[in-house]
Each structure stands twice: as C-alpha cells, then as structure tokens.
C-alpha cells in the first residue's frame, strides 16, 4: 500500500478547479504500473512521488495522463507539491520547493496559502506558418481574420496558442475535434473587459491519445501564453486568468513576470487523502 492523495488545483473551493492523483513513495513501481494506473484513474493527469536523482530536487515526478507520459505539466506540478508538503515533506530551503521531471529541475514557492512555479523555458515559440493558422481556424470553427495571433508556445505538452478579440469570442467557440490533426494541444486565449476578477479567458483542447477533450485548467498553457504575451506587451506584467468556464468551474491562475522569470500560481484544495494498492 502507498499513500495516495487527489488535489484540486487553481481553485478555493473544492470541486471547482483540476484534479491531480498524485502516489506517495512510488520507488519501486514500473513505468508499465504507473501508465495502467493512470488510465484507471481517467483524470487529466496523475503524478508519482520518488525520490530525487538531483542533489538540488526535493522529490522527482513523473506525469502520466491516461495516453502518455508528459516531462511537464502546471497543475499536476502544483498540486503534487501541496500534496508532498501536506503529507510531511520538508523543502531543504524554507518556502521553496524543487521539483525535478523531465523537463528538469522545477521551482515552487510558497506564496501565503497559494503554491506558484516557475514557468520552464518553451522548447518551441514563435508564429504558426500560414497553413497551421488556417487548420487551427478551422478546427476551432472560427474565422482565419477572427484570430488576432497565434504562436507556438510549447513548453513540452506541444502547445499552439490562438488569441482571438475577446473572452466572449473564447468562450463561444465550438470545437471540430475532428480537425485538429497532427496538433497535441491548442489553447485559446482571449481579454476580459476590464473590472472583474481576471484579464483574460483560456480554454485548452488536449489531445488524449484516443481523443481530443477539454481541460479544465491548464497550468503548463497559462504558463506559457504569459511567456508570449507579457515579453509582447499584451499582458498586464501581473494578471489573472480564467479557465473552465465552459465546464462549469471556477478554476483561476495567477501570472506574473519575476525578472526575467514567468510564476504561475493557483489555489489547491487536498480532497481526498488515503492509501491505494500499488
């Protein structure tokens, strides 16, 4: 038996934001394991806790959704953290922890309640070609002169980011799934009217191997379409996002420019505690 914990992420309340599965102590279990046991899990994504090869990382993770291993991943990063701490881990520096995954070593700091990582460097950026904005357009059953931009912004799931001209646009589109090709993941991502709680909207549409589906709120997208944005002056160098929307959650990221460094900081609720049999 391990420990076993389920978290809800980029939410203060309870069943309002994303859920992580994270496995305690999971030395000692095979990759083969940990992919069935993602599958039977069926969330987004599930996480195992092991011990670090870093001399630098708390812990090691690895990420597994029910299709395929990812090096990196925001909200199972931020909830398997909140996780390892509520569980009795202790950072070796005070107020920050270091993950270490397959896209290396990641930073998450205690920010008062709230957990915050840095965002790891995109391994892809710039604008799509000319026929990727047609496909994208299609896919997302908008118009090619609807999109404002689009720009890679893959920081290991294979994101490409769409920016149309506001949040109502984001929120009205209806995806062909059918269409989405050789694409993995494609955000959207559109401005609020100012005076309410976030800047912008983001929806995120994830290839899951057998199918493409809609995640509610997406740590690694947010993080990356702040890394395009705010260095482009089309952020706020601090601002909130909202996700899930759509799905009828409630799920909010922070993101904020720290130097040179991109944070991307949520709430994260512990719901379910226990051991599993692995």
Known sequence: MRGFSQVDVFTDEFLYGNPVAVVHDA??????????FARWTNLAET????????PEADYRLRIFTISRELPFAGHP??????????AGGVPRVAGRVVQECGAGLVTVREEGARLAFAAPPLTRS????????LALATALRVRPEDVVDAQWADNGPGWVAVLLASASAVLAVKPDFARFGGFRGVGVVGPHEEGGDAAFEVRAFVDEGSRFDEDP????????????LIPAGLAAPSYVAAQGTVLGRRGR??????????????????????QVAL
């Open 253 to 274: 990221v922070h993101l904020a420019r720290d130097g040179g460094e991109i944070w991307v900081g949520g709430d994260t609720v512990l719901g379910v505690t226990g």
């Open 217 to 228: 709120v997406t740590g690694s997208l947010n993080a990356a379409i702040a890394q395009w």
């Open 27 to 36: 030395d000692g279990l095979s990759d083969a394991e940990m992919a069935a």
């Open 47 to 54: 996480t195992f806790l092991l011990s670090p090869d870093s």
């Open 77 to 86: 990063t931020l909830g398997s953290a909140r996780a390892w701490l509520a």
């Open 126 to 133: 710039g604008p799509v070609t000319l026929s990727d904005l």
